[in-house]
């Protein structure tokens, strides 16, 4: 008697499912990795396929670069008596990371309000693989924003003067303004209601990007504000930058960024934390 042959296309073998090689529990580091990597990936070829979200974090701070450049770069150089470039190039890398951020957050409500956080909610996965993905997806967003702004710049003058150290140590620097600045943005985006979040952060994004030692210099600006320009978290991540790039005094502006991002951390953590439980439990 011949034997009979499965078809490949039987329900056993459609249903067939090869047994788990690694067996780990929802709450364990190693799912927390796993689960968050995913959603990462996730986000990132979501954001690569929205053209709004490439316009916003990639097209539109290389051509606000490009403005900048062409209306007052001779103008702040020739009060300086440095390239503004130095200055305009970190100032243009950091409002690339604060308006990515805002579109991320924009994301945030979109699946809230269409349940598919609610969804995620529901599987078996580590409770904070969806924020910790998200936070490592704007990551890397802001990592491949600085390189792109950090290509252009170059196209127009902006060298990295100081050795491979602190080149590497300068895209590090957006990275620590930008988790602070992400999480902010993040514990706004799950709070309840319809609070305007893209209004608030506009708002302080500009204001944040016209009252900074990489727009023009802290001695342009009127004698009682010059210590608020001089200390605020984009001043000191830009004189940060400049200092990498072309030299000066690293430690005070980079210790600085470093405060004013942990101070973002320790303050907006817990209500992002809460925020998104709150949104995915919806």
């Given at each position: ?118 969804r ?15 936070l ?41 303004f ?13 709070l309840?209601?319809?609070?305007p979040?893209?209004e ?9 990007m ?14 009682w504000?010059?210590?608020v ?17 072309m ?5 005070e502006?980079f ?13 907006f ?6 925020g ?7």
């Amino acid at each position: 008697m011949s034997e009979t042959v499965e078809s490949p296309r039987s329900p056993d073998r459609i249903f067939a499912y090869p047994a788990p090689d690694r067996v780990r529990s929802e709450s364990s580091l190693g799912a927390l990795w796993e689960h968050s990597r995913l959603q990462c990936g996730r986000l990132l070829l979501r954001w690569a396929r929205d053209p709004a979200t490439v316009i916003q974090a990639l097209v539109y701070p290389a051509l606000t670069l490009v403005m900048f450049r062409i209306v007052l770069g001779d103008s702040i150089t020739a009060a300086t008596g440095y390239p503004s470039i130095f200055g305009t190039v970190p100032m243009i890398v950091l409002v690339g990371a604060m308006f990515g951020s805002v579109v991320s957050a924009v994301g945030l409500r979109t699946e809230r309000d269409s349940g598919l956080l609610s969804r995620f909610h529901t599987l078996p996965v580590h409770r904070s693989s969806g924020l910790v993905g998200r936070l490592m997806a704007d990551m890397v967003r802001v990592f491949v924003t600085s390189l792109v702004i950090f290509a252009a710049g170059i196209a127009m003058g902006f060298r990295f003067t100081q050795g491979a150290g602190p080149t590497l140590l300068i895209l590090v620097v957006p990275l620590v303004f930008g988790l602070g600045f992400s999480l902010m943005v993040t514990a706004l985006a799950t709070l309840p209601g319809r609070t305007p979040l893209v209004e608030i952060v506009s708002i302080l994004c500009t204001l944040l990007m016209f009252f900074n030692s990489g727009f023009v210099p802290v001695m342009a600006y009127p004698s009682w504000l010059q210590p608020v320009v001089a200390n605020q978290p984009m001043s000191c991540a830009i004189d940060t930058m400049r200092a990498l790039a072309m030299g000066g005094p690293v430690a005070e502006p980079f210790l600085k960024t470093v405060a004013w991002s942990v101070g973002m951390v320790a303050l907006f953590a817990w209500p992002a934390v809460r925020g998104y439980r709150r949104a995915a439990q919806g």
